[in-house]
């Protein structure tokens, strides 16, 4: 996708605010967009846009592909590399492609106060991407710095199966060890089941020990686990194989959409949303395999995922 964006939102869980680019560079405020394997940035400076009006309604696709082939061919190389033991945990991607025109300032998913709503579109609206993610990286207030590792998804009670917490683990293990690695030390953890629509998902908060932190130095935990496999190193030379990670065009999915201010951050991983680009629309879901995992299973949980996104902003089939 282009990045030549003009309008941004972000949610703060109270109050949906709309920003534009700002005409000087000396804006205190930016919003910062990392792809997926932190790769490419781009950074915009913005300010508070009070003048958005918006009207929520229902908006109509055209269904034109389920990509469940490259879904299946990907999960069962991921599998392979997990019984040969060349990674520990991958992650497999479907996409629902639609033909038609999106406007994010019709969504319902504006009206949405839960959770993390995010989006960024041009000024004429032909290319953007609007979502309502479950999961941050991290966040910063002050000094005080969580950083979050949230997988497994399933119903309350599924979550306590051991291949969920062998999942959660995995991720948060994970970002202990890298955080120790560049000696930032984790104070406390508390894991807790989380509700997002019809799923739940095991989520973990890492306070970190009040240090000297720059936010962006945080960016090397990018993507966890949860996002791009495990170990990461052995997952980027494995990756080039998978169909999915050869997709530029999806490069921005599972990225971070970073909203900084002075001695404040957030940042939010950019999953559950849609992205639409010269009347083509996107929607992706991703899912985490380990040794434990069946093929039908995660493919009915890529499908789930997708239509509780269609749902959440309102998407219907024509």
């Not at 291949?163 to 508390?190: C, D, F, M, P, R």
């Not at 998902?201 to 890492?206: F, G, M, P, R, V």
């Amino acid at each position: 996708m282009r990045l030549n964006l003009d309008k941004f939102l972000i949610s703060n869980q109270e109050s949906t605010n709309f920003f534009e680019v700002s005409s000087s560079e000396i804006s205190n405020e930016s919003i910062s967009i990392f792809d997926r394997w932190n790769k490419s940035s781009s950074k915009y400076f913005i300010s508070k846009n009070e003048s958005i009006n918006i009207s929520p309604k229902t908006q109509y696709l055209k269904l034109i592909k389920k990509h469940d082939d490259r879904f299946r061919k990907d999960f069962n190389l991921v599998s392979e590399a997990l019984l040969s033991k060349k990674i520990e945990k991958g992650v497999v991607y479907n996409t629902f492609e639609f033909e038609g025109e999106f406007n994010p300032l019709l969504s319902r998913v504006l009206n949405e106060k839960k959770h993390y709503l995010y989006g960024a579109w041009s000024d004429d609206l032909s290319h953007g991407f609007l979502g309502l993610s479950p999961e941050l990286l991290w966040h910063q207030q002050k000094e005080q710095f969580e950083v979050y590792s949230l997988a497994a998804t399933g119903s309350f009670d599924e979550l306590n199966h051991p291949k969920y917490l062998e999942e959660q683990g995995i991720v948060t293990n994970a970002l202990i060890h890298q955080l120790s690695e560049k000696n930032i030390q984790v104070e406390e953890i508390k894991t807790e089941k989380i509700k997002f629509k019809d799923f739940y998902h095991l989520k973990s908060t890492l306070s970190l020990k009040k240090q000297e932190i720059n936010s962006e130095e945080l960016l090397f935990l990018q993507p966890t686990p949860a996002i791009g496999g495990h170990p990461k190193f052995e997952y980027q030379k494995f990756k080039s194989i998978l169909e999915f990670e050869n997709k530029d065009e999806f490069h921005l999915y599972g990225g971070v959409f970073m909203h900084d201010l002075k001695d404040y951050s957030r940042a939010i991983i950019m999953i559950r949303n849609l992205s639409w680009e010269n009347g083509k629309v996107y929607i992706h879901a991703g899912c985490g395999v380990t040794t434990s995992s069946n093929l039908n299973d995660e493919l009915d949980e890529s499908h789930s995922k997708i239509s509780s996104v269609m749902e959440l902003l309102g998407i219907e089939l024509n």
